[in-house]
């Protein structure tokens, strides 16, 4: 089931703020459509406004993988989120977890637009 033109249900559901239903959809869209990074990313929206951080974190580095073939993603939107999802994941790890959470956003984007705050953030989160 498809949203708006270009907009795809689970994104819709987001918009809405139905974040379980979204997760629901795009999992459905994920098994349809395996290659596919978009609906990882929808899941991962949804994930991070439940406050899921750690799940975001892993649908974001699964839908960067896929990129690599698919080339369909909006990779500078998509490094934002990623990168809120990995201070948030960060946040809840502690001091004690944090550096390894960081260390993901630097292997998942060595060129991502953000590798200085994570170095900022290091240094608040230790």
């Not at 918009?15 to 997760?23: I, L, W």
């Not at 060595?110 to 953030?121: K, R, T, Y």
Request: proline share 4%; net charge negative.
């Amino acid at each position: 089931m498809a949203g708006r033109y270009g907009m795809s249900f689970a994104a819709k559901l987001i918009e809405e703020g139905k974040y379980e239903e979204a997760v629901a959809e795009a999992t459905k869209a994920v098994e349809k459509q395996p290659e596919n990074p978009l609906p990882l990313c929808d899941r991962a929206a949804a994930y991070d406004a439940l406050e899921r951080p750690a799940e975001a974190v892993v649908d974001y580095e699964k839908a960067f993988a896929l990129e690599v073939e698919a080339q369909v993603m909006e990779t500078d939107v998509i490094d934002d989120s990623y990168f809120n999802a990995v201070i948030n994941a960060a946040t809840a790890a502690g001091k004690s977890g944090a550096g390894a959470w960081l260390d993901r956003y630097t292997k998942t984007l060595p060129e991502g637009s953000h590798l200085e705050e994570i170095a900022e953030w290091r240094g608040r989160l230790a």
